[in-house]
């Protein structure tokens, strides 16, 4: 088992809504979503996004595509018209998740499974 972060095996999508951010997590192989499932929990994803996420984070499992969708609540700081911070907006959500580190068989940090293969993995 190796920790990588998840730029490497994952792509990800965010958006928002009012204050109300969406994020979806896309595994390359049906080998990598199930560890995705197993590693990346709605618990570990708003301890991640702490303290920016005040809500509830709900995940749902989109097995036809690998995917993971999170619904992070109250993580806007109010939503763009009425938030404080730099940086408002969902979009910036997804690049942050990636950086999240999860525990991945070694076996399946090769070009088939990966984004991009980790540093001293080839």
Sequence with gaps: ??????RYVAQARSGDKGN?????????????????KREVTAE???????????????????DNVYALKFVLEDALGGGAPSSLRTD??????????LRLE?????????GEH???VPPGKT
Aim: aromatic share 10%; with cysteine; charged share 30%.
């Design 1 to 6: 088992m190796a920790k990588v972060q998840l």
């Design 20 to 36: 109300t951010c969406d994020l979806g997590l896309f595994a390359k192989t049906k080998e990598m979503y199930e560890v995705f």
């Design 44 to 62: 570990k994803v708003k301890a991640h996004f702490e303290p920016l996420v005040e809500g509830e984070v709900s995940r749902y499992e989109v």
């Design 88 to 97: 408002n907006l969902g979009k910036s959500f997804g690049s942050n998740l």
């Design 102 to 110: 999860i525990e991945v068989p070694d076996e399946l940090l090769t």
């Design 114 to 116: 990966c984004i991009k």
